[in-house]
């Protein structure tokens, strides 16, 4: 069991320049997160979606994108990178199909971002 | 809408010194209540939760937490710090029943002075 997996690990950009993130869980989890993480500013919820084809806001959602064509694979784009986006991104999954919420999520090791 | 205070973004103690991280909780339905741990370089990795059952939560490498109400607080504790404890905490709140979604602190780094 892997649980959930990032990829890339680290990634430089320069300003404009697109990319992807791919998170992936293989714990059969309903539920996947991406979140940054800003010194001082603890993990702010980015987008999530509670199923396969679905997606959703969260609280700093502006200048990113989602999709979840496949249960186990989220994946995060940057369109045109700014260095406001500069940071580190975790993926999180919950919620196993056909069991019981626990509202525990389990975390990625992280990409860190730089954007010049 | 919901929220979480943690009073101290650096906390520094002895080892074998208590541990005391505080965590306040904004919520307007009975909350479920998390403390995570984040090593350098790493992910989260759940420590404890409170889901309206035993109000003294007890987690892993000897941490627990007690949920108490009346003063809207979830505060980590451990007994005897140990080195290895150096780490960033974070406590999250969500909504429970399936909710799922939930919202951090803005977190603590825990330095053990040997």
């Known amino acids: 069991n892997a649980g959930v997996t990032q990829t890339p690990k680290f990634r430089v950009l320069k300003t404009g320049q697109s990319m992807t993130l791919l998170c992936a869980q293989d714990?059969?989890?309903?539920?996947m997160y991406w979140y940054r993480q800003d010194p001082g500013m603890g993990l702010r919820l980015i987008h999530y979606s509670v199923g396969e084809g679905t997606t959703a806001k969260g609280e700093v959602p502006d200048g990113y994108n989602v999709s979840r064509l496949k249960k186990q694979n989220f994946l995060l784009g940057l369109e045109s990178a700014a260095p406001s986006q500069t940071s580190v991104y975790f993926c999180?999954?919950?919620?196993?199909?056909?069991?019981?919420?626990?509202?525990?999520?389990?975390f990625g090791p992280g990409t860190r971002l730089t954007v010049l | 809408a919901q929220s979480v205070t943690q009073l101290g973004s650096h906390v520094s103690v002895s080892e074998g010194a208590l541990v005391l991280l505080r965590c306040n909780y904004s919520s307007s339905v009975p909350p479920y209540l998390f403390w995570y741990v984040q090593y350098p370089n790493q992910g989260l990795q759940l420590l404890l939760k409170y889901t309206s059952a035993a109000t003294l939560v007890k987690g892993i490498n000897g941490f627990e937490a007690e949920f108490k109400k009346s003063e809207t607080s979830f505060h980590l504790t451990k007994p005897s710090a140990h080195m290895s404890d150096a780490a960033e905490y974070f406590c999250a709140v969500s909504e429970g029943f399936g909710n799922e979604k939930l919202t951090f602190g803005t977190g603590t780094r825990l330095t053990i002075i040997p």
């Open positions: 999180a999954s919950s919620y196993p199909s056909g069991g019981i919420s626990t509202d525990t999520q389990y």
């Open positions: 714990m059969n989890h309903e539920y």
